[in-house]
């Protein structure tokens, strides 16, 4: 059975900084991705940045390019988000997704098979 669990959510200033983390457990394939989404208030829940197991990169959507940053430690499949720079605007829940693929990208939501419960992020101006 494969989990997923997020943390490292809060509330901070604009401007501010914050590092979420995820860890998936259980088998969820080969060469599989992960990735982060947000779900703002009344907004679809939308691609944020995603991750192959072999990656030093990953891929950004165009709103928190130069901004925000994934990585993934493959030994023990957990990502991470590093977020700088935050506005009011990167307000969500944030979720992380597991057991994903790449299809001309990998920030499409169903891509993914596994997903967390989601970590409140709030920044205030």
């Known amino acids: 059975q494969v989990q997923v669990v997020e943390s490292g959510g809060g509330s901070v200033q604009a401007g501010g900084s914050l590092r979420l983390s995820c860890a998936a457990s259980?088998?969820?394939?080969?060469?599989?991705?992960m990735g982060w989404f947000r779900q703002g208030p009344e907004k679809e829940r939308e691609g944020v940045a995603c991750i192959a197991p072999t990656s030093v990169a990953g891929h950004l959507a165009d709103s928190v390019k130069g901004r925000f940053t994934i990585s993934i430690d493959p030994t023990n499949n957990t990502i991470y988000l590093q977020m700088s720079s935050l506005k009011p605007e990167d307000t969500a829940i944030y979720y992380c997704?597991?057991?994903?693929?790449?299809?001309?990208?990998?920030?499409?939501?169903?891509?993914?098979?596994?997903w967390g419960q989601g970590t409140q992020v709030t920044v205030s101006s």
């Open positions: 997704a597991a057991g994903g693929r790449y299809d001309r990208g990998c920030l499409q939501v169903d891509l993914y098979t596994y």
């Open positions: 259980g088998w969820f394939g080969f060469y599989k991705y």
